[in-house]
């Protein structure tokens, strides 16, 4: 989901199971996503993107469904393991032009 | 792995003073960016920047930052006078092509104004 200020949204879950963290976007226009992890202390790194002529996109562990009717971004993660723990952002542009950041969600893994 | 690095990785400096913050992108790409990151919330755009001129800027971007590409690798962000509120994590970051591409980021600089 999405916060305000200082107080992210949280997730906690346990080892081995599976995550989903969600997004949801503002601009309807919007055609190319990214998520992004951020560990503490450094920069966002890119997990996985995708187009608005999808709805769904899988990579290693990771799956982003696009539900472009209500505005809806989620990325789900198999087996979450404890280097999964870190700040997860949405990212979205549209027309080519430069991209803007959500809130995002502080995933938190208990071993 | 070509990389976004970014120097230094903590400035301090006092409040009024002049601050700029260093970045190196990844050599072919050809779009450059900053963003910034106050503690606890989310990362927000700064400015854009391709072919020797800012491509996009937002509405924190104002009059006391500019950015240069002084030579062929260096991209850098100057804050003129620092005001408290600047204290945050900055980000460069940078990609082939704008908007459709995956940004790399670097680890960022963090600016402390006391």
């Known amino acids: 989901g999405e916060s305000v200020g200082l107080h992210l949204p949280t997730l906690s879950v346990q080892e081995g199971d599976n995550s989903i963290i969600n997004c949801a976007y503002s601009?309807?226009?919007?055609?190319?996503f990214i998520w992004y992890k951020q560990e503490s202390g450094k920069g966002p790194q890119f997990i996985i993107d995708?187009?608005?002529?999808?709805d769904k996109r899988q990579g290693q562990r990771v799956t982003v469904l696009l539900n472009k009717t209500v505005k809806h971004l989620s990325l789900q993660i198999a087996a979450t393991q404890p280097g999964d723990s870190a700040v997860y952002f949405c990212?979205?542009?549209?027309?080519?032009?430069?991209?803007?950041f959500g809130a995002g969600t502080r995933l938190t893994v208990k071993p | 792995e070509p990389e976004v690095t970014q120097t230094p990785s903590h400035q301090v400096t006092q409040m009024g003073q002049e601050v700029i913050l260093r970045c190196v992108p990844i050599?072919?790409?050809?779009?450059f960016y900053w963003y910034r990151q106050i503690l606890g919330q989310k990362v927000e755009f700064l400015v854009s920047?391709?072919?020797?001129?800012?491509?996009?800027k937002s509405e924190i971007f104002d009059d006391q930052f500019s950015v240069e590409r002084p030579d062929g690798s260096n991209f850098t962000l100057k804050i003129r006078s620092t005001k408290l509120e600047d204290s945050a994590m900055y980000f460069c970051?940078?990609?082939?092509?704008?908007?459709?591409?995956?940004?790399?980021f670097g680890a960022g600089t963090r600016l402390s104004v006391l």
């Open positions: 990212a979205e542009t549209f027309n080519n032009n430069d991209m803007r």
């Open positions: 601009n309807s226009a919007s055609d190319y």
């Open positions: 995708i187009r608005s002529n999808m």
């Open positions: 050599s072919n790409h050809l779009y």
């Open positions: 920047f391709y072919n020797n001129e800012i491509s996009e």
């Open positions: 970051a940078s990609n082939v092509d704008r908007g459709r591409d995956i940004q790399y």
